[in-house]
């Protein structure tokens, strides 16, 4: 398991590594009322709406799972790479695996004030999803030099 000497950044992984549906309700216990959220879909501000997106990817999807896989702290930020595994609800396939990072800064009560969150949305996601999987692959191949 992934350990972190900076007792912030540690609790976000302690958090990660645990998450299920049942941990968005605990999400003011790591998130500011007032955080703001921004990944490839999704750009709010406010615990409620960050809890919101949430929720929504727990029904989207089946098994979500963060692991961890480096954290890098300084100050009042941190930068994680993870990997993110999950079933689609819809399609009977392997689990898909979504590889990114996030970008965070701290509040100076210790949670988490900004998240944002970097992954490529047409390469993870896109080109794994039946139909649209093969025209995102199609059209990569095309744009390649």
Request: with cysteine; charged share 30%; hydrophobic share 40%.
């Amino acid at each position: 398991m992934m350990t972190h000497e900076d007792p912030r950044v540690q609790r976000v992984i302690d958090f990660f590594h645990a998450y299920s549906p049942a941990s968005v309700a605990d999400f003011g216990r790591y998130y500011t009322e007032d955080c703001h959220f921004k990944d490839p879909f999704n750009e709010v501000r406010g615990l409620a709406e960050v809890q919101r997106i949430f929720r929504h990817m727990d029904q989207a999807l089946r098994e979500p799972r963060f692991t961890v896989t480096a954290a890098v702290a300084q100050k009042d930020q941190c930068f994680l790479t993870w990997d993110f595994s999950f079933r689609l609800r819809r399609y009977r396939h392997a689990p898909q695996v979504v590889r990114g990072a996030s970008h965070l800064r701290f509040a100076p009560d210790g949670r988490i004030a900004v998240h944002r969150d970097y992954w490529d949305a047409a390469e993870e996601l896109y080109e794994k999803l039946p139909v649209l999987g093969g025209l995102m692959r199609w059209l990569k191949r095309r744009a390649m030099a």
